[in-house]
């Protein structure tokens, strides 16, 4: 139960700190690879509030299945063609492929993963 609202609160902040980059600094290639980090790291807090009893392997293979997915499904145009009717969908869907999201979401998944993985040990070895 502690996890899962630890996990609601993290995601709460990813999005408000993932929006507040979106919306307040200029596009650039920091803020784009901040936003894309923020990204994948909600997408792993989220899979583990809905998913609280899975491992941090299984979990971290789901998300970076998902932004993986998301940023090749980029390549069909449907996302820019969707962003441009719904603009929030870009939030979710992206616009146009690019390959270094991929290596950035790779690297944050990563790093999720090992300190979900240490947490869960830390848990385990409580008296």
Partial sequence: MLRRV???????ALALIGLSVHLL????A???IAGD???AAAVYVFLV????????????????????AI???QLTGVPLAVGARFPPAMLVLGT???PRDLVVYALTIFAATALDSVLARL???RP
């Avoid at 600094?25 to 650039?28: F, G, H, I, R």
């Avoid at 509030?49 to 491992?55: A, D, E, I, K, T």
């Fill in 71 to 73: 940023e090749l499904f």
């Fill in 49 to 68: 509030l809905v998913l609280p009893r899975q491992r941090p392997l299984v979990i971290g293979a789901i998300a970076l299945a998902w932004c993986v």
């Fill in 37 to 39: 980090a923020l990204y």
């Fill in 96 to 98: 146009v492929f690019d």
């Fill in 123 to 125: 848990r385990t070895e």
């Fill in 30 to 32: 920091v803020t784009d």
């Fill in 25 to 28: 600094l200029p596009d650039t």
């Fill in 6 to 12: 630890v996990c609601a609160a993290i995601l709460v």
